[in-house]
């Protein structure tokens, strides 16, 4: 399956979004990653649904809404109206997961299910059916910047071969600290999906970092 390379707009500047994404777009972004926190679920606070909506309307590329914020089901609806073309949330933040994915697939938005670091990734197996993809945390969610876990690196082979072995048409996101040095080994392990905070942003040839990661 072909590589798709999400920046995410956490490492932009904020002040000046839409250029940011533009400049992402012209790079060779896939789609635009953004990454929503409480300050609750994560120790960060950044934008909420109406930021979503502003960035949609600049973008040409698919939204990757990337909720870490508690309850998740209480603004499934605001993000889905805002335009997000795939919407994830975290395992650990609801116990609703099965219910948060159909909402969110019967919107018609690729529903996605994100898991952090230290959650095994075998304690999502039985929620798979229910998701078109999955975030697997390399760092742990908060900030842009960190260094990737290589413990990660197993995490995506297991739910690779789990998702081989059930036939399933599920992709595989790695969020958190994908660099040029570490991209093909994601791949090797099933990533297909590869979110970009600072390596792309703070690049001054973005369009080299993403087709690297693309394995151009
Ligand atoms: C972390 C975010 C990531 C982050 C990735 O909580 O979910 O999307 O922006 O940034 P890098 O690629 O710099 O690790
Ligand atoms: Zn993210």
């Known amino acids: 399956m072909a590589v798709k390379v999400a920046p995410s707009i956490l490492s932009g500047d904020f002040a000046k979004v839409g250029a940011e994404v533009s400049r992402m777009e012209k790079?060779?972004?896939?789609?635009?990653?953004?990454?929503?926190?409480?300050?609750?679920?994560?120790?960060n606070l950044t934008f909420g649904h109406k930021m979503v909506a502003d960035i949609r309307k600049h973008a040409n590329t698919p939204l990757d809404v990337h909720l870490m914020i508690i309850q998740p089901e209480r603004y499934l609806d605001k993000f889905i109206s805002s335009g997000a073309d795939f919407l994830s949330f975290h395992v650990e933040a609801t116990e609703q997961p099965k219910d948060n994915l159909m909402t969110i697939r019967n919107a018609g938005v690729k529903a996605g299910l994100a898991v952090c670091p230290d959650t095994p990734i075998e304690d999502i197996y039985p929620l798979l059916d229910f998701c078109d993809y999955v975030v697997v945390m390399g760092v742990y969610p908060g900030f842009s910047g960190q260094s990737y876990i290589p413990t990660t690196t197993d995490k995506i082979r297991k739910l690779a071969s789990e998702i081989s072995r059930r036939k399933l048409p599920v992709e595989i996101e790695l969020d958190g600290g994908a660099n040029e040095d570490n991209v093909r080994m994601l791949v090797e392990a099933g990533a297909t999906i590869l979110v970009s905070g600072s390596c792309a942003f703070n690049s001054p040839t973005p369009e080299k970092v993403i087709s690297t990661f693309r394995g151009e």
């Open 27 to 43: 790079a060779g972004a896939d789609m635009i990653h953004c990454d929503v926190m409480d300050g609750l679920f994560v120790p």
